[in-house]
């Protein structure tokens, strides 16, 4: 679910850091600063918020994103929108509206796929291989025309890949299934 809400952390952490670059009122924490090397986030680490709030833990990082998991949501989040409070690594998000992000981000990814899920789209399997053309989508079924014919499949067998339309087979599994091996 995360990979869904990375776009709109993305879009939204600059606002949110922007409006936490204001002077703090004194005795008020002050907004995270960028992250260098030295204040990457590790995983496992606490994240805070601006205020000292928990917002959930560093569940993994690749180096550009880390995913903190809120307990409730797990979102990615860039390591340049981490930085340092009195408690330790923050962000400048509450729990509640990282989790908000995370949700508005997901619902609005899902209706962007399903927009994708029409006659004529290409789907690809796991492989990456073209298996064939979308030829309707009625209900909750979606009827794949491939070279050895068509297939009637659950709407929910497709997904997002990084080329389009894609289903968790191969051109092989595919055809075997078709064939009712």
């Known amino acids: 679910m995360y990979r869904y809400a990375f776009a709109l952390l993305v879009a939204a952490a ?14 008020a924490a002050t907004a995270p600063a960028a992250t260098t090397a030295a204040t990457a986030p590790t995983v496992g680490a606490t994240v805070y918020d601006a205020q000292g709030g928990t917002v959930g833990t560093i569940a ?13 949501v797990k979102a990615a989040v860039p390591l340049t929108s981490f930085g340092t409070s009195p408690k330790g690594v923050a962000i ?13 981000g997901a619902a609005q990814a899902a209706a962007e796929f399903q927009s994708k899920l ?3 789209a290409t789907v690809y399997g796991s492989g990456g ?5 979308i030829k309707a989508v009625e209900g909750e079924f979606v009827t794949l025309t491939t070279a050895k014919g068509d297939a ?7 997904g997002p890949g990084p080329q389009g ?10 055809e075997a299934a078709m064939a009712g091996k």
């Open 14 to 27: 600059p606002a949110a850091l922007s409006a936490q670059t204001t002077p703090a009122p004194a005795g």
């Open 60 to 72: 993994s990082s690749d180096g550009t994103n880390a995913v903190i998991d809120t307990g409730s």
């Open 92 to 104: 400048a998000m509450t729990k509640a509206e990282l989790e908000a992000a995370a949700s508005q």
């Open 118 to 120: 029409t006659a004529g």
């Open 129 to 133: 291989t073209s298996l064939g053309t």
């Open 152 to 158: 009637r499949l659950p709407k929910g067998s497709f």
């Open 165 to 174: 339309v894609t289903i968790g087979m191969t051109a092989a599994q595919l």
